[in-house]
């Protein structure tokens, strides 16, 4: 089954800590994107890249990086100059960007908890 | 600024009633519009999309309408099913994907 996976589903952090979300996709995409989701509010995203080796900030990517070194891995690193890390990470794929009638997909998300 | 509004939180309907769902936004460059049903502590599922060229799409029983000069999205769900009762995005597409807030879908049987 071709799909998004995420994980861990739950993570908790110490303040100060950097951490790594992992996600994988086997849906063999080019574009991959990372949102965030609090509550009360939209998806807002982070990152995202539309192809290996390539990738560009979204609305919100102060404290956050990523990196592309493969097509199918798009990790997301939380580091300690991230204001508010205590949210919902959701990573997507679509086939290409901008592609006709090209949904994004998602994975089961993150919830990453840093006290 | 938030360019896809989804003004209502949430909504109640009857099982096998209509269900509307509405969304508004402002930038006459989208291109490509969705919709997507999530439960909690869970990715959001794509449900339907239109393009922007069209004006209505049909899904066996969901159904997008696009209003371009009103700048309005709708999804309609016919017959409700107390399955459906999630929480729904619509989206937007300039370039990047644009996310309006939601509305929390309750069916009641």
């Known amino acids: 089954d071709g799909g998004i996976t995420q994980s861990p589903k739950y993570l908790f952090r110490k303040e100060g800590q950097n951490v790594t979300l992992s996600c994988e996709q086997n849906?063999?995409?080019?574009?991959m994107y990372w949102y965030r989701q609090d509550p009360g509010q939209g998806l807002r995203l982070i990152y995202y890249?539309?192809?290996?080796?390539?990738?560009q900030k979204g609305d919100i990517a102060e404290g956050y990086s990523v990196s592309r070194e493969k097509k199918e891995s798009f990790p997301l690193t939380v580091t300690s100059a991230q204001k508010n890390p205590t949210a919902f990470y959701l990573c997507?794929?679509?086939?290409?960007?901008?592609?006709?009638?090209?949904?994004?997909?998602f994975g089961n998300g993150t919830r990453l908890t840093v006290t | 600024d938030q360019q896809v509004k989804q003004n209502s939180p949430s909504l109640s309907v009857q099982e096998g009633r209509i269900s509307i769902l509405n969304c508004d936004y402002t930038?006459?460059?989208?291109?490509?519009f969705l919709w997507y049903k999530k439960y909690p502590a869970e990715g959001p599922t794509f449900l339907i999309s239109?393009?922007?060229?069209?004006d209505k799409n049909e899904d066996g029983r969901f159904t997008v309408f696009l209003n371009k000069s009103a700048k309005h999205l709708s999804l309609h769900i016919v017959p409700s099913q107390p399955g459906d009762s999630a929480v729904y995005f619509c989206?937007?597409?300039?370039?990047?994907?644009?996310f309006g807030t939601g509305t929390s879908l309750t069916v009641i049987p």
């Open positions: 890249s539309q192809i290996v080796n390539d990738f």
């Open positions: 849906l063999n995409h080019d574009a």
């Open positions: 997507a794929s679509s086939i290409r960007w901008g592609a006709y009638n090209s949904p994004l997909h």
């Open positions: 239109i393009s922007s060229i069209k």
């Open positions: 930038n006459s460059m989208f291109d490509y």
């Open positions: 989206a937007a597409r300039a370039g990047q994907f644009y």
